[in-house]
DNA sequence: TATAAACTCTCCCCTTACTGGAAAGTAAAG
DNA sequence: CTTTACTTTCCAGTAAGGGGAGAGTTTATA
C-alpha cells in the first residue's frame, strides 16, 4: 500500500511516516521509478508500535530500541522492563518538578487580588532578589 | 557592566543574555566601537525576573507580557493573575498527562517478569492491535 | 480520451529556547 | 609585549516533525 494508506492505518500523518522513512526507522521499500514508497502490512505494525511507544513519551531513539528488541524474537523481558522503568523514573521526576510549580504559583495567585489596582504580589515575587 | 558580569549576577548564560538581546527582550547599549553591550542595574533586574518566570515555565512570549506589565506602574493586577491561572491550567492539564502514563507503564512493567525470557506484556501491549 | 482531482515525491524553511563552536576583535593582567 | 580572558558576529544543531512549493503519478470523472 501507499504512505497515505499505511499512515491512516497507524494513525499517524504522513508527514510523520516519511520522517520515519528518512531517518532509518522504518525504511519501506522505494519503487527507483517513480519513488513512490510501498508499506507492507508489517510495517505498519511497526509504525502502530512506534506511534504507542511515542504516545509513552518514549523518544525516538528509545523507540528505536524498543523495535529492536521488539523485533529480536530472543530477547530477554529484563531490558524492556528497565527500560519502561526508567521512563517510569523519568516521569515521576518531571511530576514532582510539576507539582512544584504548580503549588507555588497557585500560593502566588490565592494572595492577589486579581483588580484594577497595580499591587500584585505575582510580580513582587518574581522581581525580588535572587533567590539563589 | 559587561554582559558577562550582568549574566552572572541574573543567574544565566552570556549565550541566555545574548539571546536575549537580539529577540528585543532586554535589549542593553551598545557600544559602537567596540561593539559590546552595556547592562545597567535595571537590565539586570529584568533578567532575574525573566529567569525566575521561565523558572516557572512560562514561555518566552509569556515573559515578554509579564515584563511589560511589571514595567507598566499603572497595570491592573488581574491580567497578571489571569496569565498565571492560565499557567496553572496548563500544568494541571500536563500532570495529568504524565499521570495516566505513569499509571500505564507502572501497570505494564508490574506484569513483565523482567527476566531472561523472551515474553514481554510490555512489548505485547505495544504491539497490539489498534488503541483507538 | 482528456482533464481534473487526489496522491506522492523532494526540498527547504519554521517551530522553542537556547547551546556550541569558529574566527576575529578588545580588554585586562603579568 | 605577550598571554589570557572577554566579547563580538555568524553558522549549525537540538526534537520531532509541520507547512508549503513545485513537480511528477495515479485515479476518477466528464
Redesign the pocket.
Known amino acids: 500500500m ?6 491512516s492505518k497507524a494513525g ?5 511516516v ?5 531517518i532509518g526507522m522504518v525504511a519501506a521499500y ?2 527507483p ?5 510501498e508499506y507492507s502490512d508489517d510495517d505498519v505494525a511497526k509504525l502502530q508500535f ?1 506511534g504507542k511507544a ?1 504516545r509513552f513519551n518514549f ?3 528509545e523507540c528505536r530500541e524498543l523495535l529492536s528488541l521488539y523485533q529480536d524474537k530472543n530477547r530477554p523481558s529484563k531490558e524492556v522492563k528497565a527500560l519502561t522503568l526508567e521512563k517510569i523514573a523519568e516521569i515521576e521526576e518531571k511530576l514532582a518538578e510539576l507539582q512544584g510549580l504548580r503549588d507555588q504559583l497557585h500560593h502566588l495567585a490565592t494572595h492577589c487580588q486579581g483588580d484594577d489596582r497595580p499591587d500584585c504580589p505575582i510580580l513582587e515575587a518574581l522581581s525580588a532578589s535572587p533567590d539563589r
Open positions: 501507499n504512505i497515505g494508506k499505511a499512515a499517524l500523518s504522513v508527514k510523520t516519511r520522517y520515519y522513512a528518512n522505494q519503487d521509478q517513480t519513488g513512490y514508497r512506534i511515542r523518544s525516538i531513539e
